[in-house]
């Protein structure tokens, strides 16, 4: 079993930055594929990135894509999601999660999740 712990939300103003950062307690963070997901207001939850078990693959939601890095560091058992260039559509709950899988890009992939971060950018 894993425990997921996102920080690092907050207020920017548009064209901003801010780092997510989610920390894994548990057994065998290597085991799983990682992935951050958000919920606006009134909006589904949607995928916004997922990295491989080492690392070594990354994918992105388009929305996304060019503006927001995904990594994770296995010895410190964290992921984090460098958001830059926000936007007020960026403005969500973010949530880390955890997967078994070794491709998750869906809700239905992840089995752990965090609490969520909540983060607002300002126009």
């Known amino acids: 079993q894993v425990q997921l712990v996102e920080s690092g939300g907050g207020l920017v103003q548009a064209g901003g930055s801010l780092r997510l950062s989610c920390a894994a307690s548990g057994r065998s963070f290597s085991a799983y594929t990682m992935g951050w997901f958000r919920q606006a207001p009134g909006k589904e939850r949607e995928f916004v990135a997922t990295i491989s078990r080492l690392g070594v693959s990354t994918n992105y939601a388009d929305s996304v894509k060019g503006r927001f890095t995904i990594a994770r560091d296995n010895a410190k058992n964290t992921v984090n999601l460098q958001m830059n260039s926000l936007q007020p559509e960026d403005t969500a709950v973010y949530y880390c999660?955890?997967?078994?899988?070794?491709?998750?890009?869906?809700?239905?992939?992840?089995?752990?999740w965090g609490q969520g971060t909540q983060v607002t950018v300002s126009s």
């Open positions: 999660a955890a997967s078994l899988a070794a491709i998750a890009r869906g809700d239905d992939d992840y089995t752990y």
